[in-house]
């Protein structure tokens, strides 16, 4: 049995649950607005005004759909209610924060490995640095960088950056670290200098462990850019759009950046898959 | 190096790095001359020299917690020196001894918010979350159908910025604390579902051939055999989750609170530029944070203890 089938019942289920989910909550509303107009509502009128609402409490699926078809294809480029420029803005802070990142990951773990200071005094705190609430301080870095005059791509990137660097350094340093006794000592026998053993023998067998962490990398990358958007005075991007949307009750609007980021992400983890299957491919490991 | 050579450089070191250091931060206050920058670099050097001899002198136990802590001291101390020293705005970096002092000033209120945000949000939600998971998990083990199918989809959307409902959440539940835990819970079910569904897979056929030769009941075979075999996936869920739910429920609060929360009272502080009260909220933060993620921690080890790395 392949996996599609199961997938797809599973997302119709999700689907169908959804689609009786907005004529329960929009439902009320309705019955209310007909009240008032001294109508009463036969059961498909209800089901039909439920799904076609101007701010439902919760928008059915073909009009998110539509949302974003009307925001991203029949909507200028320029204008500022297209989606796709507010995609853009984001993808690139997130970009910028996700390579920003991993060098700062990679070049961490390579410290890590090669100096036991650094390994017994920094690794400590990079675990510890996960357990505080990084996105707590994101209003703050905005704020005060604004201050500083630095606004813009930059402080969003920063964020992500700071987001992303951990499962980078994590995975690098239990990488460069993967290779066994005997290849090391193997390397020993061939009077390979650390050097030499660095780059023919312990980054190729971390490259599994650097993709693998890329793609949780690249996905908390995202978030960290979307929260970076939020205190900035909600002007442009993905996280700008939500909260625009959340003042002025636009829950249609919501829901289709919601979706957008969504397949940001989808997109933004298979490229990453992507290049992992083609770069270890190209080296001859089982991707 | 011998052992006793060893010890004697650590103490003359660690000596010299305190008293400079103490030179340096009277020297910092109130502008620093020239020679209080030296002396600051030099007690920093005294302090790395510390951390490089500990760590190569094969340390025991105590050490191992020691090193990790000099180095955060030392980071400490520059930061202290810098701010200080240089006489940085306190808008950009309030020194650390300001953030101490706003963090024993103002302890009611940030016991409030911390009651608001910590034990109520946070804490429900965990726990909401992670139960509604695990049980979901256990719920489908016996389909094979319905986990072939939610495994890919429960791992996509763990890879989604799910944080971006938390406007809706907040329409939805109100400004209150309802609606942060709500975030929690969708937050940390599907880590805790996907984690689950794959530790009911991790034990082996043979183990679970045994338990068929037992005459084994499937609730028996669950609760003696796979769930303790589970422990380490779920628990490593449970760990992922701890640190998300916390981002969570700050996050939600961006969005709309009642005048109290961790959230709430850096949103708004930082938007009248009183950082050293972000700060406090964030060393608040970032305490709650790490015990919680320590407790699960002490908790895993003393479930799992017969798993060797937990022995370690």
Not at chain 1, 24 to 40: I, M, Y
Request: with cysteine.
């Amino acid at each position: 049995m392949s996996r599609a089938l199961p997938v797809l019942t599973v997302v119709l289920v999700i689907v169908a649950i959804w689609y009786a989910a907005t004529v329960w909550l929009n439902a009320p509303w309705a019955r209310d607005q007909a009240a008032r107009a001294g109508a009463t509502l036969t059961t498909i009128e209800l089901v039909a005004d439920a799904m076609a609402q101007e701010r439902p409490v919760l928008p059915a699926p073909h009009q998110v759909a539509a949302e974003i078809w009307k925001s991203t294809v029949e909507t200028r480029l320029s204008s500022k209610r297209n989606l796709l420029r507010h995609v853009w803005i984001t993808l690139s802070a997130t970009l910028l924060g996700f390579v920003i990142g991993t060098a700062l990951g990679v070049g961490l773990a390579v410290l890590i490995v090669h100096n036991r200071a650094a390994d017994m005094s920094l690794m400590p705190w990079i675990v510890a640095s996960q357990t505080i609430p990084i996105l707590a301080i994101a209003p703050m870095i905005i704020v005060v960088l604004n201050a500083v005059g630095l606004s813009g791509l930059i402080p969003k990137a920063l964020i992500s950056a700071y987001l992303s660097f951990f499962p980078v350094a994590v995975g690098m340093v239990a990488g460069l670290r993967a290779p066994e006794r005997l290849d090391l000592d193997l390397m020993r026998t061939y009077a390979a200098s650390r050097a030499q053993v660095f780059w023919s023998l312990r980054l190729p067998a971390a490259l599994p462990f650097l993709f693998a962490a890329m793609k949780v990398a690249v996905a908390i990358s995202l978030v960290g850019a979307i929260v970076g958007e939020l205190p900035t005075g909600a002007v442009e991007g993905l996280g700008a759009r939500l909260l625009a949307g959340s003042y002025y009750g636009q829950t249609v609007q919501i829901w289709s950046a919601l979706f957008a980021a969504a397949a940001l992400a989808a997109l933004l983890v298979g490229l990453v898959s992507l290049g992992q299957r083609v770069v270890l491919r190209r080296m001859g490991m089982r991707p | 190096m011998s052992g006793a050579a060893a010890t004697a450089r650590l103490a003359l070191l660690g000596a010299a790095a305190l008293a400079l250091g103490w030179v340096a931060l009277g020297a910092a206050q109130g502008g620093m001359p020239g020679w209080g920058w030296a002396v600051a670099l030099a007690a920093w050097g005294c302090a790395w020299a510390w951390v490089e001899t500990a760590a190569n002198a094969a340390p025991g136990r105590l050490m191992r917690l020691a090193i990790p802590l000099a180095f955060g001291a030392t980071l400490l101390f520059l930061w202290e020196v810098v701010t200080v020293g240089a006489q940085a705005p306190a808008v950009l970096l309030p020194p650390p001894s300001m953030i101490g002092a706003r963090l024993a000033g103002s302890t009611a209120i940030l016991w409030a918010d911390f009651q608001q945000t910590f034990l109520r949000a946070v804490l429900i939600g965990y726990a909401v979350g992670c139960g509604a998971g695990f049980l979901t998990a256990i719920a489908i083990d016996r389909s094979p159908f319905l986990q072939r199918g939610l495994a890919p989809v429960g791992n996509f959307i763990s890879a989604l910025p799910i944080i971006g409902i938390a406007p809706i959440m907040v329409m939805w539940f109100g400004f209150d604390w309802p609606s942060k835990a709500a975030v929690v819970i969708v937050m940390v079910f599907f880590p805790m579902l996907v984690n689950t569904m794959a530790g009911l897979q991790a034990s082996e056929p043979m183990q679970r051939d045994l338990m068929r030769t037992y005459a084994a009941s499937y609730w028996q075979t669950l609760f003696k055999l796979r769930l303790p075999a589970a422990a380490p996936h779920v628990f490593n869920a449970l760990k992922i989750a701890s640190t998300l739910a916390l981002i969570g429920a700050i996050v939600a609060e961006f969005f709309g609170t009642p005048t109290v929360g961790m959230g709430f009272r850096i949103s708004t502080e930082v938007g009248r530029m009183n950082v050293d009260m972000v700060w406090a909220e964030i060393a608040v933060a970032a305490l709650a944070g790490s015990a919680f993620y320590g407790l699960v921690t002490l908790l895993e080890r003393a479930v799992t203890f017969w798993r060797p790395a937990a022995r370690g």
